[in-house]
């Protein structure tokens, strides 16, 4: 397992804008699959986005065209750049990598690919 620190989260209105990040520890982190997921209040966690080692990316249907995820591998950290914020984004946005395994585009939305979890960040949208 690696370590997952994420930043960037906050109070913004509707429409706004934020850029989360994600610092991984580990000398391998180029070879990560990175997500993000999110989880409301009395809501089961959920995904958001994911980056392969590859730079490939997958989006939920929710965030998709107002959230951009990156990687910078020489920074060992990952970006969710989220646009057009809706209160209904509220929630806290965790990190999360497989680090091992193999995997497919198809399942990196499953939670349980993720073998290594950040402690998250709030993000709450007012209207």
């Known amino acids: 397992q690696v370590q997952l620190v994420e930043s960037g989260g906050g109070l913004v209105q509707a429409g706004g804008s934020l850029r989360l990040s994600c610092a991984a520890s580990?000398?391998?982190?180029?070879?990560?699959?990175m997500g993000w997921f999110r989880q409301a209040p009395g809501k089961e966690r959920e995904f958001v986005a994911a980056?392969?080692?590859?730079?490939?990316?997958v989006y939920s249907d929710s965030v998709k065209g107002r959230f951009t995820i990156s990687r910078d591998n020489a920074k060992n950290t990952v970006y969710l750049q989220v646009n057009s914020l809706k209160p209904g984004d509220t929630a806290v946005y965790y990190c999360?990598?497989?680090?091992?395994?193999?995997?497919?585009?198809?399942?990196?939305?499953?939670?349980?690919?993720?073998?290594?979890w950040g402690q998250g960040t709030q993000v709450t949208v007012s209207s």
């Open positions: 980056i392969t080692w590859d730079y490939r990316t």
């Open positions: 999360a990598a497989v680090t091992a395994g193999r995997y497919t585009i198809a399942t990196l939305p499953a939670i349980n690919e993720y073998d290594s």
């Open positions: 580990g000398r391998t982190f180029s070879s990560y699959v």
